[in-house]
């Protein structure tokens, strides 16, 4: 038989190599090792809580005299996505986070169900776990489907809120996908669940205003936390996300800001920005516009988007 050469060779080992990746992410045996995740990605103050049967990853700074202010991260995110947030309001607030359940370093929704509903349940079994005073709860992109519906059920355990980057009504999502970002999507498919620091990285990028912002330790950080949840059984219930949300808003009674960037892609700030506005009950409330940033506001732009909450917070709290 005729030589492949050095090219046939390195071609024939390329699709060997790659047939055993797609192979055993498949059999889920990249996942990642639980251990090395809450070592790599825990922070010193970490907590790891049950709320009945569900786990929970909590981190707990500032003052505990201090007003509370409760932070809820973006779809597939993590407490993460604060970090810039945090370090300029722990110094007077005492700030709360938490991974969403299927998220970050919490565990799956014990039902599998992902929706506001569920998230709103989540959020009131912390607060009385936690014994907390009236807070300050602030929920961005898909946190605001479940942070709206507490604010309406729950406006007595509220000293405000704050909706950044949220939809105004049913969201049904339209990707704007790139040909490179297809071509991703086709080998990605292929892996079961698992997922490739290309398909996050593609995903950000595209989220942002400035996609050289994202950098490749962002994309890794977004790939490991999410192929945790790999194999997790995830339903988002019958109704189009957000369908509650229109009444939810109206029922909303305590200061809030509305919070949007002028980039956002995904819930846009000539639409949802301005009907959230519009929608919301509260007698006081306005919308404050952040510059050159994209859906992901606190990570792009966590300087330019936390000064209008701290001015906020300013007015609302001792």
């Given at each position: 038989?005729r030589?492949?050469?050095?090219?046939?060779?390195?071609?024939?080992?390329?699709?060997?190599?790659?047939?055993?990746?797609i192979?055993?992410a498949?059999?889920?045996?990249?996942?990642?090792?639980?251990a090395?995740?809450?070592?790599?990605?825990?922070?010193?103050?970490?907590?790891?809580?049950?709320?009945?049967?569900q786990?929970?990853?909590v981190?707990?700074?500032g003052?505990?005299?201090?007003?509370?202010?409760?932070?809820?991260?973006?779809?597939?995110?993590?407490?993460?996505?604060?970090?810039?947030?945090?370090?300029?309001?722990?110094?007077?607030y005492r700030?709360i986070?938490f991974?969403?359940?299927?998220?970050g370093l919490?565990?799956?929704?014990?039902?599998?169900?992902?929706?506001g509903?569920?998230?709103?349940?989540?959020?009131?079994?912390?607060?009385?776990?936690?014994?907390?005073?009236?807070?300050?709860?602030?929920?961005t992109?898909s946190?605001?489907?479940?942070?709206?519906?507490?604010?309406?059920?729950?406006?007595?355990?509220?000293?405000?809120?704050?909706?950044?980057n949220?939809?105004?009504?049913?969201?049904?999502?339209?990707?704007?996908?790139?040909?490179?970002?297809k071509a991703?999507?086709?080998?990605d498919?292929l892996?079961?669940?698992?997922?490739?620091?290309?398909?996050?990285?593609?995903?950000?990028?595209?989220?942002?205003?400035?996609?050289?912002?994202?950098?490749?330790?962002?994309?890794?950080?977004?790939?490991?936390?999410?192929?945790?949840?790999?194999?997790?059984?995830?339903?988002?219930?019958?109704a189009?996300?957000?369908?509650?949300?229109?009444a939810?808003?109206?029922?909303?009674?305590v200061?809030?800001?509305a919070?949007?960037?002028d980039?956002?892609?995904?819930v846009?700030l000539?639409?949802?920005?301005?009907?959230?506005?519009?929608?919301l009950?509260?007698?006081?409330?306005?919308?404050?516009?952040?510059?050159?940033?994209?859906?992901?506001?606190?990570?792009?732009?966590?300087a330019?988007?936390?000064?209008?909450v701290?001015?906020?917070?300013?007015?609302?709290?001792?």
């Open positions: 038989m030589a492949l050469g050095w090219a046939g060779a390195a071609l024939l080992a390329l699709a060997a190599g790659t047939g055993a990746y192979g055993a498949r059999a889920g045996w990249l996942k990642p090792d639980e090395t995740m809450r070592a790599r990605y825990g922070l010193p103050q970490s907590r790891y809580i049950q709320l009945g049967a786990s929970l990853h981190v707990d700074e003052p505990r005299d201090a007003p509370v202010v409760m932070l809820v991260h973006g779809s597939f995110a993590s407490l993460h996505m604060w970090d810039g947030w945090t370090a300029a309001l722990k110094g007077q700030v986070r991974d969403r359940a299927g998220m919490s565990g799956p929704q014990p039902q599998g169900l992902y929706n509903d569920a998230e709103a349940e989540l959020i009131d079994a912390l607060v009385h776990q936690m014994k907390l005073p009236p807070f300050v709860l602030v929920g992109s946190a605001g489907e479940g942070v709206a519906h507490y604010a309406a059920q729950h406006g007595d355990a509220l000293r405000g809120v704050v909706l950044a949220i939809a105004a009504g049913p969201l049904k999502p339209a990707p704007h996908f790139t040909p490179w970002f991703v999507l086709a080998f498919g892996l079961g669940g698992h997922h490739i620091d290309a398909f996050w990285g593609g995903i950000l990028r595209m989220n942002y205003a400035d996609p050289s912002c994202v950098s490749p330790q962002l994309a890794r950080e977004w790939t490991e936390l999410n192929n945790r949840a790999q194999g997790w059984p995830r339903s988002f219930g019958k189009m996300p957000f369908s509650g949300t229109p939810d808003l109206a029922a909303i009674k200061p809030a800001l919070l949007w960037s980039r956002d892609p995904e846009p000539v639409k949802d920005g301005q009907q959230v506005l519009a929608r009950g509260s007698a006081s409330k306005s919308l404050v516009v952040v510059k050159d940033c994209g859906h992901m506001m606190p990570l792009e732009c966590p330019a988007s936390v000064a209008p701290q001015a906020f917070l300013r007015a609302i709290t001792p």
